[in-house]
């Protein structure tokens, strides 16, 4: 089959590999009819996640119909129509009873690499690296799904792939983002990052009841994006985001914080990023969390800082003494998607929302090494790619 490999830093591939098989009685293997590229995958084309190896299948946003079940997976049937979550979880240990399916105790043979840097390990992830399970990923014509009478959710007559993709990541990833920050009437709440995780979260955020979404960012169609979902915006390149939260909250700072960006944030407009540049490229630091140490400092007394951005390793220069002499309250995951899932499946299906509104592109998996480039650098108006394999 046709896949999307990575080979290196911003050297990814369509390229033939070895069909998927059945390898356990609860797999089932999926045809693809629709896979995203997210801004995760790009900190691996940017080559700065750990544990990548030649070759490696990417991609952790699939859905696609069933074609073959394992003897001992009841739940699906050949022809059912599945969206993927991108953890995978097998539903019956400490953490997934818990309802923390991200952080499965079964599903990640590299948990002993996964703790030496982290102190534990969360579960597997489709797509992400021989610290997160080493599973082939879903940019690809056809996906080995583990414990797939667990993760997948079937989709009912009616919707299209585009609206129900995002049930794989980003939709509950930015639902998570607003939930964590406990939303009151009258609640204003900042996000950083108008991608398509921002732009999730500000929509969940009103669907929760905000009253005000400030966000920010710079790229003029994401910004816009964020308006159109009733955001009001600030451009990080052009004002300077402390002072204006300070204004618009009366000097109190925003009731909770989103960061959706997480460690790769832009470095133009402050002298800390440059800094954390600097030391990432030297390997003397693993991030650049000049947007966590932002939302921190705009974060109002007893507020919550609400963290879906991705971040690696050991983060430099974050200021504790603010968040602790201030009362703040850290959220943060990677997502437990199947917690989500029919909640959210039913405010779509009840047209509360409908998530293809990110969509910019949709392409063959063969454009797909050139689709990462031209997300990875905003050019074309690109907020969302789809690829149909
Ligand atoms: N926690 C999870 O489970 C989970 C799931 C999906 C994605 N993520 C993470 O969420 C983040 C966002 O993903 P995405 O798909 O939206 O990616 P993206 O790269 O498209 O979006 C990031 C946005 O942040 C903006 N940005 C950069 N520097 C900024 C700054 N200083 N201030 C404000 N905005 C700034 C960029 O212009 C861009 O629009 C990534 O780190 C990704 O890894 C986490
Ligand atoms: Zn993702
Ligand atoms: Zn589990």
Not at 122 to 137: C, D, K, R, T, V
Not at 356 to 368: D, P, Q, R, W, Y
Request: glycine share 12%.
């Amino acid at each position: 089959m046709k896949a999307l490999t990575w080979h290196g830093k911003a050297d990814i591939r369509c390229e033939s590999v070895p069909d998927p098989k059945i390898e356990d009685g609860r797999d089932a293997i999926i045809k693809v009819t629709a896979c995203a590229i997210c801004g995760s995958d790009l900190h691996i084309y940017g080559g700065i996640i750990p544990g990548m190896e030649h070759g490696d299948v990417l991609g952790h946003e699939s859905m696609g119909e069933v074609v073959e079940v394992g003897s001992q997976n009841s739940k699906l049937k050949v022809g059912d129509r599945v969206v993927v979550p991108f953890t995978i979880s097998c539903g019956e240990c400490f953490f997934c009873t818990r309802g923390y399916f991200s952080a499965c105790e079964r599903t990640n043979p590299d948990r002993d690499k996964a703790s030496k840097l982290w102190g534990n390990a969360p579960g597997g992830l489709f797509g992400y690296s021989h610290l997160l399970g080493g599973y082939a990923g879903g940019q690809a014509e056809y996906l080995r799904v583990p414990y797939a009478d667990v993760g997948p959710i079937k989709v009912p007559e009616g919707l299209t792939d585009e609206q129900v993709l995002f049930l794989s990541d980003i939709f509950p990833t930015g639902y998570m983002a607003a939930e964590f920050c406990d939303i009151q009437p009258g609640d204003t709440i900042a996000v950083w990052g108008c991608g398509p995780v921002g732009q999730m979260a500000i929509r969940s955020a009103f669907l929760l009841g905000a009253e005000r979404v400030i966000a920010i960012d710079t790229v003029p169609e994401r910004l816009a994006l964020a308006r159109a979902g009733g955001a009001m915006t600030l451009d990080f390149a052009e004002e300077d985001i402390y002072d204006r939260i300070m204004e618009l909250t009366g000097k109190r700072g925003a009731d909770a914080c989103i960061d959706a960006v997480g460690t790769e944030a832009d470095a133009t407009a402050s002298a800390d990023s440059m800094v954390d540049r600097v030391k990432t490229a030297l390997f003397m630091g693993t991030d650049r969390p000049h947007v966590l140490r932002q939302a921190i400092h705009c974060c109002r007394n007893f507020g919550t800082v609400s963290i879906v951005g991705v971040y690696g390793g050991f983060l430099d220069k974050v200021p504790m003494g603010s968040a602790i002499n201030r009362g703040l309250r850290f959220r943060m995951a990677q997502t437990p998607v199947q917690r989500y899932l029919p909640m959210l499946l039913d405010r779509i299906q009840k047209g509360e929302i409908d998530p293809s509104f990110v969509i910019t592109h949709k392409a063959s998996l063969e454009e797909g090494p050139d689709l990462y480039k031209t997300f990875r650098d905003k050019h074309d108006g690109c907020i969302k790619v789809v690829l149909k394999p």
